[in-house]
């Protein structure tokens, strides 16, 4: 189990580490009335994780066990495809903001805060099915599908998988929460430096976790 941990771990602060979902839950920490939407959008994000990972780690179950040198294989060269993707993923986050103002955001993005608490919500579970989280929640499930483990075994380590992919969006909303006027300013300068750099730094965890994700895959092979 220590070992799927170690391989997993990667892969869930890249997930934790996404600007989107951070930039999201902040820009409704800022709006008005932002109690019920922001724990909604908490909640969706966690159950979001928990969910796509756990259907990505009963897929590659389907991957028949026998034998097991060849099941290995099979999981090593989807792990080298993922992680090839994962980069060229990079490649496309690195370009597709290359000539916008830095301070501009999305606009869909820019509406978040005008959302109720289930729009919140769902929002929240949507991200869990962009590009990046698929490929990154299909390499975690393939790497706890080599490893080989017990169902309880598992369990823990889907759940030490959500509690640390979510903590980035945990963190501001739990502290907005407990201290809201102490993090204000910090949710400001926090905004405006997803802004500034959200993209520089999303291409280069990619490309460092789509490294690791294929060298994960030659060691299988």
Do not use: C
């Amino acid at each position: 189990m220590w070992a799927a941990l170690g391989e997993i771990l990667p892969i869930a602060v890249a997930v934790a580490f996404s600007s989107v979902p951070i930039m999201a839950a902040i820009l409704i920490l800022l709006a008005p009335n932002n109690r019920r939407s922001s724990i909604a959008f908490l909640v969706g994000w966690a159950l979001g994780l928990a969910v796509v990972i756990l259907a990505f780690t009963l897929l590659a179950y389907l991957i028949p066990s026998a034998p097991p040198r060849r099941s290995q294989v099979a999981i090593g060269v989807l792990l080298i495809v993922i992680g090839a993707a994962v980069l060229v993923l990079a490649i496309v986050v690195w370009r597709r903001g290359a000539g916008r103002p830095t301070a501009e955001l999305p606009q869909w993005l820019s509406n978040v805060g005008k959302l109720h608490p289930w729009q919140s919500f769902g929002l929240a579970l949507l991200l869990n099915i962009r590009p990046k989280a698929i490929l990154l929640s299909a390499a975690g499930g393939l790497s706890i599908r080599a490893a080989q483990l017990s169902t309880a075994e598992t369990a823990i380590v889907i759940g030490v998988y959500t509690v640390l992919s979510a903590s980035a969006v945990a963190f501001p909303v739990i502290a907005s929460l407990v201290a809201p006027a102490k993090t204000q300013s910090g949710l400001v300068r926090a905004r405006s430096w997803i802004t500034d750099n959200g993209r520089i730094v999303g291409a280069l965890i990619l490309v460092i976790i789509g490294v690791v994700i294929i060298g994960h895959g030659l060691a299988l092979l």
